[in-house]
């Protein structure tokens, strides 16, 4: 039989905002889902005595506020904070707390950089690309103090460049998913390596790095197949065919046409932007 949990307190109409992930949590339910599925950045918000504040305010559990009060006081430590908010919305079993607090506590006797690489890489989950590369960069400039190993450093460029993937382009990427590989040896960096060149259209430089890391030929298969499905699947969507529209009605002169079609594609990508940064 499923479990049945009631709601702790009320749900908000202002929202929780959590920095740096773009979230905007509404209950006390929302706020332990999250950070149930994102303990490396538990501590960024169990801690902050906006929480509590939001808990008293908004969500009118002022005995959870006050807690919470109270091992800030004291430093507690973060699981004591977990344990709290868990208390208050009994959504998980005591197995699933209990592994919850492990995770909590494996993270804090991480190495710094080890720490801060598991927050960013869940900013880039939520498509926070600057506030990720702001962390990769600074990491990457502190390795060889912090004692960064080389294939860890090669992770680290690879996710920044799909930062940059997604932000400066494929040139830009291109480079750092190279000086992954060159740290890491993953397959994975160096077919993003080559997927970058085509996409920016630097076929010497793809040919040359071919032969250079003696791609295999599945590799240039699969790099192939995929990049033809992906033109395939691009000119089916329907964004493709309304630009496409657009490019037709200039052409034909029918200027109050294009500039109508041209907003309603505007107005569409920004109610998509703002879905995906709720």
């Known amino acids: 039989m499923a479990r049945v949990v009631l709601c702790a307190g009320r749900r908000s109409n ?3 905002r959590l920095r740096n992930t773009n979230k905007k949590l509404y209950s006390a339910e929302e706020i332990c889902y999250y950070l149930y599925h994102h303990a490396a950045t538990a501590e960024d918000y169990l801690t902050d005595a906006a929480l509590a504040e939001y808990y008293e305010k908004e969500l009118g559990l002022s005995e959870t506020a006050e807690r919470l009060r109270l091992l800030m ?3 507690a430590p973060l699981k004591e904070y977990a344990l709290v908010l868990f208390a208050a919305t009994p959504m998980y079993t005591p197995e699933e707390l209990s592994e919850y607090l492990k995770e909590l506590e494996r993270l804090q006797e991480l190495k710094y950089w080890q720490k801060q690489k598991a927050k960013a890489d869940v900013y880039l989950e939520h498509r926070n690309y600057s506030d ?3 962390v990769y960069e600074r990491l990457l400039r502190s390795r060889k103090e912090s004692g960064m190993p080389e294939n860890a450093a090669g992770n680290i460029y690879h996710n920044l460049a799909v ?3 997604h932000t400066s382009g494929a040139g830009t990427a291109g480079i750092h998913f190279a000086a992954a590989y060159e740290k890491n040896r993953n397959p994975e960096s160096l077919r993003s390596y080559l997927i970058a060149l085509r996409l920016a259209q630097k076929d010497n430089e793809y040919l040359t790095a071919l032969e250079q890391y003696e791609v295999s030929e599945t590799m240039r298969t699969e790099i192939d197949t995929m990049l033809f499905e992906s033109m395939v699947e691009a000119g089916e969507a329907p964004e493709y065919q309304s630009l496409l529209r657009i490019k037709k009605l200039l052409a034909e002169g ?4 294009y500039r109508h079609a041209t907003q309603e594609l505007l107005t569409g ?3 998509q932007y703002r879905l995906d940064n709720m």
């Open 73 to 75: 006081a004291s430093e």
């Open 132 to 134: 990720a590369m702001r």
């Open 163 to 165: 930062c940059e993937l």
């Open 14 to 16: 202002v929202p929780l």
């Open 269 to 271: 990508f920004k109610r």
């Open 254 to 257: 029918q200027v109050a046409e």
